[in-house]
């Protein structure tokens, strides 16, 4: 099947891959030109998560409090893993909380973060825009399926964060409801 083929690649040329939900072989390429389910094999690795730079806990059915906790936990760590994905789970205050105060870290490598369909509202959405402005890491983030609007606030911080971040190379934005005023 293509999820066995995607994982058997992936492994083959890292040795090291998670899964935890349906692998999509169209993934943002991360800053190295690889994508998220690909890596070298001379990549270095970390003891505490052996060499791990994508986790994918799409649809895992995990409370803000978990993310939040994975999001620590993933961030803090000696040799950080680079892509984190959380389609379909719930993301809350605590969450963004977290990512606020890790992101501003200078040891943070994350590349790639994935909250699509995971119930963010239009005041998070502002807050994730303001923390990604000034950060140097992130080149995209999945924020689609959110059912997010487009506010005067949100209009603003789109323009801080675009002007601002010069890393940011794919901002998912679909199927929300953003409208275009005339």
Do not use: W
């Not at 690889?34 to 730079?53: H, I, K, Q, V, W």
């Not at 799409?58 to 978990?66: A, I, V």
């Not at 605590?94 to 890790?102: S, T, V, W």
Request: proline share 2%; glycine share 8%; hydrophobic share 30%.
């Amino acid at each position: 099947s293509t999820i066995s083929s995607v994982a058997s690649n992936a492994s083959e040329k890292s040795g090291h891959y998670a899964y935890g939900g349906p692998v999509n072989s169209e993934k943002q390429n991360l800053q190295d030109g690889y994508t998220a389910t690909e890596f070298p094999s001379n990549s270095p690795t970390d003891t505490n998560l052996y060499g791990l730079r994508y986790l994918d806990l799409s649809h895992c059915r995990l409370s803000d409090s978990s993310c939040s906790e994975i999001l620590r936990a993933a961030i803090t760590i000696s040799s950080p893993i680079q892509g984190l994905e959380f389609e379909g789970n719930t993301i809350g205050q605590k969450f963004i909380d977290n990512f606020q105060g890790l992101m501003s870290r200078h040891y943070c490598r994350l590349q790639y973060l994935g909250i699509s369909n995971s119930g963010i509202n239009d005041k998070i959405f502002h807050t994730v825009l303001q923390i990604i402005t000034t950060n140097t890491s992130l080149c995209a983030v999945n924020a689609s399926h959110n059912g997010l609007n487009h506010t005067s606030h949100t209009k603003e911080a789109f323009k801080f964060c675009l002007r601002g971040n010069k890393t940011l190379r794919c901002l998912d934005l679909s199927f929300n409801r953003f409208t275009v005023e005339s």
